[in-house]
């Protein structure tokens, strides 16, 4: 079945250490997004890619960074994680920047410690 | 603004008994609109969409939603609860902006035996 693999499910770091969630694809989409989701709120985007195309939110911290080396990847890198990072970061893939709907991964659950 | 209000935090219903969550939107344009449903430590999974013609609109496992635009209103029915129904709601909304979804803040929905 064609989805949305996040890796790993599961991540633990410490303060200040980089970490790096990956998101892939088998829907051949064109726009893959990254989601910050704190406990009890609503998925909070923070940029997305249109093929190559970079789109940061206006409110993204610079801490949080993102790759997409092919269709199929895209990486969030968190430079220096703070405690107010820990969250779960969700993936999501559309096929076009329109209307389409977003198919989700399970997401990855950060903790900082 | 655009915004997408879920007036009820946290609803508990029997099994058996019918269901509606709440959601209205504000949206300068013409909305498309969706219901996510998100199991504990999961990705959020497609319920049902609207984007035009019929505004009653049939989803996967038993949901219906209505979508009224003289009440910006798209609310979620089901007339049968099952225990399995248990999680988070969320109501989204987009258009034509880079296909960013607005998200309500979730209905978490708890089901009594």
């Known amino acids: 079945d064609a989805m949305v693999i996040q890796n790993p499910r599961y991540q633990v770091t410490q303060f200040g250490k980089p970490v790096t969630l990956s998101c892939s694809q088998t829907?051949?989409?064109?726009?893959m997004y990254w989601y910050q989701q704190k406990s009890s709120q609503a998925p909070k985007l923070l940029f997305h890619y249109y093929d190559k195309d970079f789109n940061n939110e206006a409110d993204t911290p610079d801490n949080f960074q993102s790759r997409r080396p092919n269709t199929s990847f895209c990486f969030l890198d968190i430079r220096s994680p703070g405690l107010g990072d820990a969250a779960m970061y969700l993936c999501?893939?559309?096929?076009?920047?329109?209307?389409?709907?977003?198919?989700f991964g399970p997401g990855t659950r950060l903790t900082v410690l | 603004a655009q915004s997408v209000t879920q007036p009820d935090i946290h609803i508990t219903v029997s099994e058996g008994a019918s269901l509606e969550l709440r959601c209205n939107y504000s949206y300068g344009a013409t909305p498309y609109l969706f219901w996510y449903v998100q199991s504990p430590g999961q990705g959020l999974q497609l319920l049902l969409k609207y984007f035009s013609g019929d505004t009653l609109v049939q989803g996967i496992k038993g949901f219906e939603a209505e979508f009224k635009r003289s009440q910006s209103s798209f609310n979620l029915r089901k007339p049968s609860v099952h225990w399995s129904d248990a999680a988070e709601y969320f109501c989204a909304v987009g258009g034509n902006q880079g296909g960013k979804l607005i998200f309500g803040q979730g209905t978490e929905l708890s089901v009594k035996p």
């Open positions: 829907l051949n989409h064109n726009v």
């Open positions: 999501a893939t559309s096929s076009g920047p329109s209307h389409n709907e977003q198919f």
